[in-house]
Nanobody, 116 residues
């Protein structure tokens, strides 16, 4: 059974920082890509950032480019999201998605709240 677990969410003031972590695990489980998405209340889920085993370089959505940094350790099937200069509009539930053998697995999400 594959598990994807996020951690690190919380409440922070605007301009502050948070670091989210995600770990994917399972028997003979090897990820090829890991991505972060977010969903604010009443809005559609939005892609935030991603990184692949082959590329090794993160890619970002326009709304977070220059503020967020994704890093992955594919030997451990983990990915982190460093979030700096947070804004109230970054408030959302953040989800980690792991891809392995073309199958995607989602975590349960972690709440990030940015107060103004």
């Amino acid at each position: 059974q594959v598990q994807v677990v996020e951690s690190g969410g919380g409440v922070v003031q605007a301009g502050g920082s948070l670091r989210l972590s995600c770990a994917a695990s399972g028997r003979t489980f090897s990820t090829s890509a890991m991505n972060w998405f977010r969903q604010a209340s009443g809005k559609e889920r939005e892609w935030v950032a991603g990184i692949s085993r082959s590329g090794g370089i993160g890619s970002y959505g326009d709304s977070v480019k220059g503020r967020f940094t994704i890093s992955g350790d594919f030997a451990k099937n983990t990915v982190d999201l460093q979030m700096n200069a947070l804004k109230p509009e970054d408030t959302a539930v953040y989800y980690c998605r792991a891809t392995a053998n073309t199958v995607v697995y989602w975590g349960q999400g972690t709440q990030v709240t940015v107060s103004s």
